[in-house]
Each structure stands twice: as structure tokens, then as C-alpha cells.
């Protein structure tokens, strides 16, 4: 339950950044034309402006508390995974014969243990939701492309495949 509600997290996360992007260029929009308004001593209507900021800066707080959640969230699960393979690990060494403390140091083993517990401590807390978040952020700007105009975002592909390919 706690991985689900960390991906949906991730997912909103990224959809409000590369939804801010586009929402701040609608905003300039609105902006410049209120100010084309005013100068043409038209009546200009701030309240679309100041509704547009409010939803902006709900956006942006959605994701805020989403980013916060996720790294919570992984967090709790990575300290639970690595207690249970601790506890496996020492449980093992409980198990081994002792002559094989005699051939190996004891600094060697919990040094093995050590940098391998923290190795899968970072892959689960941090390289994960990195490659999830930015699986899902070039996926969401990718319909976000497509919705905008599919005609650039199929010059853009081919653009990045050319520049893959060279």
C-alpha cells in the first residue's frame, strides 16, 4: 500500500511540473492581453488573472505535498526492507560454522554487510522513484506535447532520434 501511494505521489509530482510549464505560458497570455487591454483604455478583467494564480499556485502546492509524501513514503519502506533483510542477514551468520570467522575477519563480513545493505538502501530510496518520476515526467510531456501540437512533437522525435543517432 505505502509503494502504490509513493507511485501515485511520483505520479502527481510530475504531472503538476510539467503541467506548470504550460500553465505559466497561458498565464503570460492572459497577462499580456489585459495589458493590451489597458492601453487600448479597454475595461480589463483582472479576476481570470488572479483565478488562473490561485489555480497555479494550487498546482504547485499539490506537488509539493506529493514530492514530500513520496520521499516519506520511500523512506519508510526502505527502512522496513532493509530491517527484514538485517534481521535475515544476521540470522544467516548465526548459521555459519566457525571456522568460517576463522578464515575471514569479522571486520570483512560487516563491512560486506554494511555496503550492501547501503546499496540496496539507496536503490530503493532514491534510484527508484528517480527512474519513475522520470519515466512518468517524459511521458506526461509527451501527451502534453502531443495535445499541443502532434505535427511539432513528431519534429521534435525525429529531431532527438537524429540526435541520438549521430
Sequence with gaps: IHFFVAFLCIVISSYASVYSASFISSLLSEIEFQLIAVKANLSSDMTQIINQIVIMICVFTSGIIASLL????????????????RDKMFKNMQ????????????GDIMSHYTNDTDALEQLISQSIPNLLTSIITIVVALVQMIVLSWQLTIVVLVTVFLMFFV
Design 70 to 85: 513520496y520521499a516519506l513514503l520511500m523512506a519508510v519502506i526502505s527502512q522496513g526492507i532493509l530491517k527484514n533483510v
Design 95 to 106: 548459521r555459519l560454522p566457525i571456522r568460517y570467522f576463522d578464515t575471514h575477519s569479522f
